[in-house]
């Protein structure tokens, strides 16, 4: 049933993203959507995103002179970096892949999206890229995405 002046349930079916981490919040994020937008979404695929965390080039050991506190940046040897790379996509994938088999038994069809870097700027990216009607996050919560959307989004989300 469609509601006059482009409400929840009108025929225009609205494009939804749900950023997800590895926290419980991001669980309930995803099952509110399921729950209460499903028929808003429409045949549209529900667009679940996550962000790898890129992996530190620098680490920076502090260490005390007296009252002065002097940090050290030390390069990490490029293997620990390919480990560290090879260990955030595989987490990423088996949290998409949760997340799309929650929506499968839901009867949503879901498209997974994973990026690399700071969650705050990849969730702005992928919201201007795909044109995302509604983006939805956990409200609760110390993951990644609490931390990268502590306040709100430097730019504003397309209207």
């Known amino acids: 049933m469609a509601v006059e002046g482009g409400g929840l349930h009108s025929h225009t079916h609205k494009k939804v993203m749900v950023a997800i981490d590895e926290n419980e919040c991001s669980y309930h994020a995803l099952m509110w959507v399921l729950h209460n937008l499903k028929e808003s979404i ?19 050991f502090p260490f005390s002179i007296g009252s002065a506190r002097l940090y050290c940046p030390v390069s990490a040897a490029p293997e620990f970096i390919k480990n560290v790379e090879e260990q955030n996509k595989k987490g990423s994938s088996a949290l998409l892949e949760k997340a799309k088999t929650i929506c499968a038994s839901k009867g949503v069809n879901a498209e997974t999206i994973s990026e690399v870097g700071d969650a705050k700027q990849a969730i702005c990216d992928a919201v201007q890229k795909l044109n995302i009607t509604l983006l939805v996050l956990g409200d609760r919560g110390i993951g990644r995405i609490r931390r990268g959307f502590s306040r709100e989004c430097e730019q504003p989300l397309p209207s």
């Not at 429409?42 to 920076?60: H, K, M, W």
């Open 42 to 60: 429409g045949d549209s695929p529900l667009v679940i995103f996550t962000a790898q965390p890129s992996p530190y080039r620098y680490n920076s």
